[in-house]
């Protein structure tokens, strides 16, 4: 796109005549929307300066400008919480940006912590987040900028031209700039990227994602099972899990007014956020107990009590582990998951919690343990979600694949879901043990983008970098902040 001319402001530019700074070409402002760096505070003129552009206009983004004390991810998550609640209501065409300045360089480690807390809080509930540092003072010595590539970036270095070498969207050129409507000097920047249509599409910062025609049943069930699979691998051991708790606490009202603590037990929490991900908590409520799941999935007219019901994928299984095996389970419910696919007799089930993270089960219709289905009245279309292919209709290199990519599980589950599958076990383990010991620099390796994918976990999962990753993809991969599902990529 052509680069675009800005401006960011706060309470020092005083009060703001908006329409002459329309007048005077500028294409898009950052207001500072509060801080922590003198206690927690909301700008002063933030509500005047957020009404006042979008009165006249102007596209707008937001700061928050942290203190020195931000240096753990507990001191990131909390001032994250905190620009939350000044955005809400809000709708931002630009980025909200996690303004580094007043910490300490001596604390590196610590603020880059606190810095991907902070963005994972605020992708969480649903902005588009991006990072605010100097050249060299800020990305270079007081954050390891290697670990923050996910993030939108707005580079400052007052100078003829930025020498930051990685990607940025947004140059802050002066301090000193001079623009009609605006009194004294104010800060003056370029754009680089079109973060309105990035944002409006993807309903980032208070919009509603861009309609689609109404999908039907197959496209639910399968946005569910995409977003389940999403986050496969999740784990408390590093806490990647952190995500799915995050979603979870952002959707209000929370039931029963509880906040989830990163050491909660979270099952029925993993397929409460995948809902929320989705956008279907009307027919897949959101509890973080299985019990109080149960209740409003029978108020909502979607339980089955059988446990000898034949699920469909996207059903929600329940698990009863005292069951005795005989007659109908109608005790307590202890643990719950996501039915992916169901062949012949044989059901898999993506499940949150599962050895403390998100994980395969596979297990038999009207086997010991199920306590019964939630089945959400997804909306009903000319379609149904595919059955599964037949088992032979994929090669022995298709499955391999398959398995590198973690589709299949690992050890005895792995070989008992592609022997029940119909498949030769031996030869496939075989062709994947040969594929993972010869790897040759002339056969490439592709991925295809899922629902909720990043560039920076795909390049960790195949030990690679996201700089790699997108000079393979040169055409496709303009924004390392902006993938689509379904794009086919090279990773290697």
């Known amino acids: 796109m052509a680069r675009t001319k800005g401006i960011d402001v706060s309470h020092w530019q005083g009060t703001i005549d908006w329409n ?19 206690g927690t505070y909301t700008d002063s003129k933030w509500e005047a300066n957020y009404k006042g552009a979008k009165a006249a206009g102007i596209p707008v983004g937001a700061y928050y400008f942290v203190g020195k004390d931000c240096v753990t991810a507990a001191a990131g998550k909390a001032d994250a919480e905190r620009f939350i609640q000044i955005l809400k209501g809000k709708q931002l065409e630009y980025p909200v940006y996690m303004d580094n300045e007043a910490q300490p360089a001596s604390a590196k480690a610590g603020i880059t ?36 590539t996910d993030y939108a970036h707005w580079v400052a270095q007052y100078a003829s031209k930025c020498t930051y070498s990685g990607k940025y969207g947004i140059w802050q050129y002066s301090s000193k700039g001079s623009v009609d409507g605006i009194s004294g000097n104010v800060d003056m920047d370029y754009g680089y990227i079109d973060y309105p249509s990035i944002i409006k599409t993807g309903g980032f910062n208070g919009y509603t994602k861009e309609s689609t025609p109404a999908p039907v049943a197959s496209s639910q069930r399968d946005s569910i099972i995409a977003q389940a699979r999403a986050w496969l691998g999740k784990k408390e051991s590093d806490g990647s899990h952190k995500v799915i708790i995050d979603t ?61 019901h034949v699920p469909k994928p996207g059903d929600i299984i329940f698990y009863d582990w005292q069951d005795s ?39 038999q219709v009207g086997g010991k343990y199920i306590r019964g289905y939630g089945v959400p009245k997804y909306a009903e279309g000319s379609g149904s979600t595919p059955a599964p292919e037949p088992a032979l209709t994929k090669t022995v290199d298709e499955l391999a694949k398959e398995v590198i990519d973690g589709k299949w599980g690992n050890g005895t589950e792995r070989k008992n879901r592609l022997t029940a599958a119909g498949h030769d076990y031996a030869a496939v383990q075989a062709k994947v043990n040969a594929l993972l010991k010869k790897p040759t620099a002339s056969s490439p390796v592709w991925y295809t ?10 390049a960790r999962k195949y030990g690679t970098s996201v700089s790699a990753i997108q000079k393979l993809n040169p055409t496709l991969i303009k924004n390392v902040n902006l993938i689509i599902t379904g794009w086919k990529i090279r990773v290697k």
């Open 20 to 38: 002459k700074v329309k007048a005077a070409g500028i294409q898009f402002a950052i207001i500072k929307a509060g801080g922590s760096d003198a």
């Open 113 to 148: 912590e606190a810095t991907i807390a902070f963005c994972e809080t605020m992708e969480a509930a649903g902005y588009f987040v991006g990072i605010y540092g100097s050249a060299v003072s800020g990305f270079k010595e007081r954050m390891d900028d290697s670990k923050l």
């Open 248 to 308: 979870y606490n952002s959707h209000k009202p929370l039931a029963r007014g509880y906040a989830m603590k990163y050491t909660d037990a979270w099952c029925a929490t993993f397929v409460s956020a995948v809902s929320i991900k989705c956008g279907l908590t009307d027919i897949l409520p959101t509890e973080c107990s299985c019990g109080e799941m149960i209740a409003l999935f029978k108020k909502l007219g979607e339980w089955i009590e059988n446990d000898a």
């Open 325 to 363: 095996g005989s007659g109908d389970n109608t005790g307590w419910p202890d643990h719950v998951g996501i039915v992916e696919a169901v062949s012949g007799s044989t059901i898999t089930v993506i499940e949150g919690n599962k050895s403390d993270a998100v994980g395969r089960r596979t297990l």
């Open 449 to 458: 983008v899922k629902s909720g994918d990043t560039l920076s976990a795909i």
